[in-house]
């Protein structure tokens, strides 16, 4: 009797844990952002300043070590993930960077959802062409 009590206890517990939403796809909230290009000249001076169209946006979930999904920015150089769940969330896009042995570095923001149905709005990632 008490071993059934335990394994239904178990259940439950596990039950429990599995409804639990951590970061990701699924929920009401949306994050939206620009990405920004200072464009400079082979002399390293400054030549422009626009909003970055069909430039690659990753995101990351939580704590991932890895991006787990990616968009491409608007003509405007805006763009929306959505359908998110409450908690921690970064984007990312890859910078030109002259002292990194790629030619390349991320830029990152970092923003948090409170609670399910936030539109958040994302800083600025500004980054070099």
Do not use: W
């Not at 390293?44 to 070590?65: C, F, M, Q, R, V």
């Not at 769940?85 to 970064?90: C, D, E, M, S, T």
Request: charged share 25%.
């Amino acid at each position: 009797m008490r071993k059934k009590g335990l394994i239904a206890c178990i259940s439950l517990l596990t039950l429990l844990a599995a409804c639990q939403k951590t970061e990701g796809e699924g929920g009401s909230s949306s994050i939206t952002g620009y990405v920004l290009v200072n464009d400079y000249d082979s002399q390293g001076d400054l030549k422009d300043i626009y909003y970055a169209p069909n430039e690659t946006i990753y995101i990351i979930y939580g704590d991932n070590s890895i991006y787990d999904d990616s968009k491409r920015t608007s003509y405007d150089g805006g763009y929306k993930f959505t359908d998110l769940f409450p908690g921690n969330y970064k984007m990312f896009a890859y910078s030109k960077c002259d002292t990194c042995a790629s030619g390349v570095e991320p830029v990152f923001a970092t923003v948090n959802i409170e609670h399910k149905g936030m539109k958040v709005d994302a800083p600025l990632i500004t980054i070099r062409k």
